[in-house]
T-cell receptor, first 111, second 116 residues
Framework: GNSVTQMEGPVTLSEEAFLTINCTYT??????LFWYVQYPGEGLQLLLK?????DKGSNKGFEATYRKETTSFHLEKGSVQVSDSAVYFC??????????FGTGTSLTVIP | EAGVTQFPSHSVIEKGQTVTLRCDPI?????LYWYRRVMGKEIKFLLH????????ESGMPNNRFLAERTGGTYSTLKVQPAELEDSGVYFC??????????????FGPGTRLTVT
């Protein structure tokens, strides 16, 4: 079946620290991979995506590379800010079908 | 352009009662999806409408859940009777027409349902 496993939180970092949120997946086929972010009181927003192996998605300083050999899509940012505090969801999707999400990782960045 | 809106933002009901959640998709979006996140777990797909038709309802947990999208605009999700395990956050998402997977799904803020 299809599933996504992401590192459990909560994660607390100081401002300007390096962030990694691990995400691995199991899929029957070759899905597209996504990171969504939910800021407090808001809906899920697409952060970045990658549609095939070795693609790198990037946005707002965040990056993730689609690694087929390790079935991973880890999220990284070199220097986090307080405004990055949110819940981050890793997800996979096949064209025309629904998303399969991970459990979400809560990130708090302290000044 | 307004985003996906959901009402109410939070609902607290007693076990055995009925609750109806509403989702207004982005205007012109033919695809509408419902998802649910139970506390601490992953967000799970419930069902997918294309206009007023149910394209995929494989994620609906049981027959206590009824989703409708009359006229192909807004959608409602009714839970009757509600059980404790129905507590969670219910998300709605919409996307444009055509091949559904080709277009980004825009999510609403969710409705937090608490069943006591």
């Amino acid at each position: 079946g299809n599933s996504v496993t992401q590192m459990e939180g909560p994660v607390t970092l100081s401002e300007e620290a390096f962030l990694t949120i691990n995400c691995t997946y199991t899929a029957t086929g070759y899905p597209s991979l996504f990171w969504y972010v939910q800021y407090p009181g808001e809906g899920l927003q697409l952060l970045l995506k990658a549609t095939k192996a070795d693609d790198k998605g990037s946005n707002k300083g965040f990056e993730a590379t689609y690694r087929k050999e390790t079935t991973s899509f880890h999220l990284e940012k070199g220097s986090v800010q307080v405004s990055d505090s949110a819940v981050y969801f890793c997800a996979l999707k096949f064209t025309g079908n629904q998303f399969y999400f991970g459990t979400g990782t809560s990130l708090t960045v302290i000044p | 352009e307004a985003g996906v809106t959901q009402f109410p933002s939070h609902s607290v009901i007693e076990k055995g009662q009925t609750v109806t959640l509403r989702c207004d998709p982005i205007s012109g979006h033919d695809n509408l999806y419902w998802y649910r996140r139970v506390m601490g777990k992953e967000i799970k797909f419930l069902l997918h409408f294309v206009k007023e038709s149910k394209q995929d309802e494989s994620g609906m947990p049981n027959n206590r859940f009824l989703a409708e999208r009359t006229g192909g605009t807004y959608s409602t999700l009714k839970v009757q009777p509600a059980e404790l395990e129905d507590s969670g956050v219910y998300f709605c998402a919409s996307s444009r027409g055509g091949v559904a997977g080709s277009y980004e799904q825009y999510f609403g803020p969710g409705t937090r349902l608490t069943v006591t």
